[in-house]
């Protein structure tokens, strides 16, 4: 029973706050505009909940992990963005019973609370789990009612589900996404990679991103996405096969090969999530064995290969 949870969703004071904020527009660099409100604050304590029960964390410190989650955002009540972690880290005591927390579990959540946002001074296990389950709430509630439809929150749309996975080598993120989803967009909200990663660090952990089952993502140095080992081996294969197949005559056994061993790797079986790696020819040909030809001969269930 998450009693400090269930009894700040009562607070009648807590949910008054939390209403106002949801009628205000947090825009920044005029193009943010995402949800800051109750249904977020929920998400996130669903995901704190995740995190802190595969760490193995005891019911008290989910209960206080999942209440932090409530109270992360609440600084935006003062109407300011830029510094509403640090807002929010020195108000939230209003809307809890002190009597219900120890000196130590306040500190722990004022901290937690405080670095929420970059992540840069992670000291307990709930300030590890807010962070990360903030930046795993990138789902198309965050920007379908946006009063900004740009290209990065139409994108954010086609987001999902997102899932995490921690065991005792990995921390994995997995998105679940629409097949045209264009993983480039990541790039303009960098911290939906940057702080897993220091999750994953903290814990010494491997950090692994999926996108559709899809080990597709690492970032360099300069921040930017890169295909991760696996999928530059891959994606390496896939030029070279399709450079070989537009060059010669092949049969529609190679063709068919070829998609088959792609389908192995992607159980959507849609080649969108490599666009961003694959130098365009390489994509279209592929795109159009796999819309054309290919589709044909799946179509056909043939079991054994007949050249053309």
């Given at each position: 029973m998450m009693n400090l949870y269930n009894k700040l969703l009562n607070n009648k004071q807590y949910i008054i706050t939390v209403q106002e904020i949801e009628q205000m527009k947090f825009i920044?660099?005029?193009?943010?505009?995402?949800?800051?409100g109750l249904g977020h604050y929920k998400r996130v304590a669903s995901y704190v909940e995740k995190i802190l029960t595969q760490?193995?964390?005891?019911?008290?410190?989910?209960?206080?992990?999942?209440?932090?989650?409530?109270?992360h955002d609440i600084g935006l009540s003062k109407g300011d963005k830029l510094d509403h972690a640090l807002e929010s880290s020195k108000i939230f005591t209003k809307y809890i019973d002190k009597n219900d927390f120890s000196?130590?579990?306040?500190?722990?959540?004022?901290?937690?609370?405080?670095?929420?946002?970059?992540?840069?001074?992670?000291?307990?296990?709930?300030?590890?789990?807010?962070?990360?389950?903030?930046?795993?709430d990138i789902t198309y509630h965050r920007t379908?009612?946006?009063?900004?439809?740009?290209?990065?929150?139409?994108?954010?749309?086609?987001?999902?589900?997102?899932?995490?996975?921690?065991?005792?080598?990995?921390?994995?993120?997995?998105?679940f996404t629409e097949p045209d989803f264009d993983v480039s967009i990541l790039k303009n909200w960098i911290k939906a990679i940057t702080i897993p990663q220091k999750a994953a660090s903290y814990l010494n952990r491997n950090y692994i991103l999926l996108i559709n089952n899809q080990e597709?993502?690492?970032?360099?140095?300069?921040?930017?996405?890169?295909?991760?080992?696996?999928?530059?081996?891959?994606?390496?294969?896939?030029?070279?096969?399709?450079?070989?197949l537009k060059n010669n005559e092949v049969s529609f056994k190679e063709k068919f090969g070829l998609i088959q061993d792609y389908s192995k790797h992607q159980e959507q079986k849609d080649l969108t999530n490599y666009k961003y790696f694959l130098n365009s020819s390489a994509y279209d040909y592929l795109k159009g064995l796999e819309q054309s030809d290919i589709k044909q001969l799946k179509l056909s269930k043939i079991s054994s290969y007949h050249d053309d």
């Open positions: 920044t660099d005029g193009k943010w505009d995402w949800e800051h760490l193995n964390a005891d019911k008290r410190t989910i209960d206080l992990g999942m209440t932090c989650a409530l109270l000196l130590e579990e306040i500190e722990i959540v004022r901290q937690a609370i405080l670095d929420h946002s970059k992540g840069d001074n992670i000291q307990s296990l709930i300030g590890l789990a807010l962070v990360l389950a903030d930046k795993l379908i009612h946006s009063s900004i439809q740009d290209v990065m929150n139409k994108e954010i749309q086609k987001i999902k589900k997102v899932d995490i996975i921690i065991n005792d080598k990995d921390l994995i993120v997995q998105y597709l993502i690492n970032l360099n140095a300069e921040n930017k996405i890169t295909p991760s080992d696996n999928a530059i081996q891959f994606i390496t294969k896939l030029q070279n096969q399709t450079n070989y």
